[in-house]
């Protein structure tokens, strides 16, 4: 069976890539600390949890949920705090450097999600909204 293409605009795309990628990111960074002393699997918790949550947000995005932008509003503003807070706190500079980068996909992530046309993906709002 050929699945149709999905047909939604590049900023919908974009937050979709960038919820999931993000997260995946964050599991990559996961797995070279686990190389580190003292490490323990509970490393993958918060990671695996940023993968599962930008997972639903991106299904309910795919599916046209309503609640799906705020949804992904609330897990961008938690990761991106989550980042900001681990880059004030790193002792290692890349991950300082790392955490840097994840917070501020996270931020343009929800400023993603607020722009006109993720609006009229979910809601069908027009350019008077």
Sequence with gaps: MIMAKWKASTEVKVVCALLLGLGLAYVGMAV???????????????????????????????????SARFAGFGVSF??????????????LFWVKIASGILFAGYIYTAVLLNSMPVKRHLLGATNDA
């Design 32 to 66: 070279i600390l686990m190389f580190a002393p003292y490490s323990s699997p509970r490393t993958f918790l918060l990671p695996g949890t940023a993968v599962v949550l930008g997972g639903l947000v991106v299904a309910g995005l795919v599916l046209k949920m309503r």
């Design 78 to 91: 938690l990761f991106a705090l989550l980042h900001a807070l681990s880059m004030l706190a790193a002792e």
